[in-house]
């Protein structure tokens, strides 16, 4: 019954992964498995291997908490191939609406992250500074950088699961800037396995080189770093503004059609929606 639930969180990872803009790090923080998750991911290094190659599968699987990792991203994977058209059809069908709802979670997630933190520190306003602006300047780029090809896909993988597992640095708005994003959505749609599997390569040897280091700041620098991720998680806001004309975020007088109560109503349920997250996380 355990690993079911975090399966489901695992999902819910997958939803937000999906949209540019949101991370599934956000989530992970939400639901109470971001700091197990990269524990166990940084797990994967050379001792974990050498038990597999002598044949001590008991030890590594137990090593890298396998049952916790593969309900996990068994999770995250469900979702990304079930819900990938859905979430390609909310975002061009009802766009305000359903980034509204981001942008109501991603603030609510922030603040109620640096609520249970406390008073902090002038170190830490500061790196919360720093996540801000960061995520902000990353947020507003944009440009085809990468090559064309598999090459393209795999080095894709590698930069965007890095953002995939930091709050608020979306690993879909990486991808979108990288000029990946609809390349990939369209071979998750089309069961492109081929392209699939490159991009997850790019993503198993940019996750495993990424947390560890992650893992070290979390264990030494603690309020700290949860700070700093918080403002990355604020400084993706005005990429998931609900307005937007030509790609910029503009005011909602500025729309015909600016749905202000439809768009309040779904934010407010966002805000719920992390307020039940996070009691849920705490539970286990």
């Known amino acids: ?19 540019p803009g949101v991370s599934g790090g956000t989530i992970a923080l939400l639901v109470g498995v971001y700091e197990r998750l990269i524990s166990a991911i940084a797990s994967v290094n050379g001792q974990a291997f050498k038990d597999v190659f002598s044949g001590r599968f008991k030890s590594f699987w137990k090593a890298i908490d396998g049952w916790f990792l593969l309900a996990v991203f068994a999770g995250i994977i469900s979702s990304i191939v079930l819900l990938a058209s859905v979430i390609k059809w909310l975002l061009a069908s009802h766009a305000v609406v359903t980034w509204a709802f981001f942008f109501g979670l991603i603030l609510a997630a922030a603040l109620l992250l640096l609520w249970q933190q406390g008073k902090g520190r002038l170190i830490d306003g500061l790196f919360l500074i720093i996540g801000i602006v960061l995520c902000y300047l990353l947020s507003s780029q944009s440009g085809d950088v990468l090559p064309a090809g598999l090459l393209g896909i795999f080095l894709a993988g590698c930069i965007a699961i890095c953002a995939m597992i930091l709050p608020g640095l979306s690993g879909s708005l990486l ?9 990939l959505l369209t071979a998750v749609e089309a069961k492109d396995f081929i392209v699939l ?46 307005w937007r004309a030509s790609d910029q975020a503009v005011w909602p007088s500025q729309f015909d059609e600016p749905m202000l109560l439809w768009a309040s109503i779904s934010c407010a349920v966002a805000v719920v929606v992390v307020l039940v997250l996070s009691r849920l996380g705490n539970k286990g």
């Open 197 to 242: 599997l490159v991009f997850a390569g790019g993503c198993v040897v940019g996750l495993l080189s990424f947390a560890k280091l992650l893992k070290y700041l979390l264990s030494r620098f603690h309020q700290t770093m949860i700070y700093f991720l918080a403002g990355l998680m604020l400084g993706t806001l005005p990429r998931v503004w609900p």
């Open 1 to 19: 019954m355990q690993y079911i639930w975090i399966y489901i969180k695992g999902m819910m990872m997958g939803v937000a992964d999906l949209v």
């Open 175 to 183: 991808l979108l800037l990288l000029g990946k994003y609809q390349t």
